[in-house]
């Protein structure tokens, strides 16, 4: 039999934790393929400073490369592996940019090479990375965009064009009702072949409340790849969310028809199948602290713990830190909670002191039920660990993703960029979440925090979310199984890949 050809391709990831640790998944998917070999590109201040998510790094398999290349920006920028709020996107963001260069002889010397594993066929890349495509239009070398969040968020940047074109840009802001029919027209955004959208729920990177800067940067990022990527690689699956994809299909939304490629969940390949605290043990990638929170977990029952977390960005009030420590209380249930300083607390992330953002006596009076894990917790093994019942989570789509494949359901409190789209999946159609009332000034307040815990880990409507969850979580391991929607899809991005390397012979 012929000897199957070897994919050489690039992955430039955008090293915020939300965006790198899918494209690490998505490095590990591919690098397990017998078809592909990876080659990873980060800068070097990356690689010494995110520990938690370049730790991953070190179990991958031998078809894959990390390489690092220059910044010239100093390392002690960043803390103990969380990024701290918008702002640290958009230096991100400029420290890439000066990542073309030394990327562009990368890609020089890359392609020189004849020997195993060749010229590299494609370039896979973040899309908010605008400079990856020019480089790539200069290499004539195919550029693929990894986007890693839901459907309908992808099909309203595709949308994009159409926006500029008919100056709705930036978005109006105003106060519209919930109820989208009875918005103002200019406070809605329609897609074609989706249901109408109010634009405060579209990202929030497209409202007029956003700062400019970031916003030019982002469409414009997002106005090239419909016309000039090769195609788009999405970290979901067909089968959760339809109609944004087979909108996709049609020209009025992808007039070049670059094809769109669910391949997720991602991380659903990852070794993390059955975590205990005996497993983490053996795993290089747990900490001390992260140890315990597993063993606490271990001693708990089934499905009776709610994980409470906002992601690796937002930073909650101290405010509503507090209303959700007296809620919590007041519920009488079982918690573990990452906790990090909230905005304008003069403690730094690495020696946090919990009892001090906490309500006085917080800690004593719940330490038999809840467990506090100061900054960063092994939210996978969390969420796929037997007691955790439910996710008080900030919707971001990799903590949707995950919450959804280990068939957790959630409350939804979502604060900004993708998440309150990722909401209206989670709440409206797959019905796998609830979200609390907010209080005029945004807060949710102890009462409705109290009331929420409950209804998720002790209701009757808890346990139909869960079951819907525990369904979903079944059709996502279904997609990713050889032969499932996520599987194929992978195959046919195989398939451009055998057509790019003949072509290029
Ligand atoms: N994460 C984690 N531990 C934490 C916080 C976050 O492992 O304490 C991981 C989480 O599992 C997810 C990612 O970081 O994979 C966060 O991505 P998401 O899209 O949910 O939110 P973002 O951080 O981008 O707002």
Redo the contacts with the bound molecule.
Sequence with gaps: EMEMKVFHVVIVPFAV??HL?PAISLARRLATHPRFFVTFVLSQHRISGARSAVSHLSSLPSSFRLVAIPDSVPSHAFGYGVDEGVDSVVAEMERFRLMQQPFESLMYDLMAVDAFPGAPVCIISDPWLAWVQESADKLHIPRYAFYPSQATVLATLFYLPVLQAQGRLPLKASPAPDNVEECDEELVVRVPNLPPLRNLDCVSVLLETFPNHIRDAYVGAWLTIPKAAAGVLVNTFYELDTVPFDALQDPSLNPNKIPVFAIGPLHAHSNLAHPTSETAESSNFVNQVEKKCLQWLDSQSASSVLYI?F????LPSLAQIHELALGIEASEQFFVW?LRPPPGTLCSTEKIDVSTILPEGFLSRTKERGFIIPN?????LILSHPSTGAFLT?C????TL?SICMGVPMVAVPQFADQRLNRMLIVNQLKVGVEPRRSADGLVERGEVERVTRLVLTGKEGMELRSRAKQWSAAAMKAVEKGGSSDRNLESFISKMEQLSSKNL
């Design positions: 934790h939300g640790l977390s992601g690796s960005l937002f990452v960063w917790a092994p939210q996978r900030h971001g789509w990799n903590s995950e």
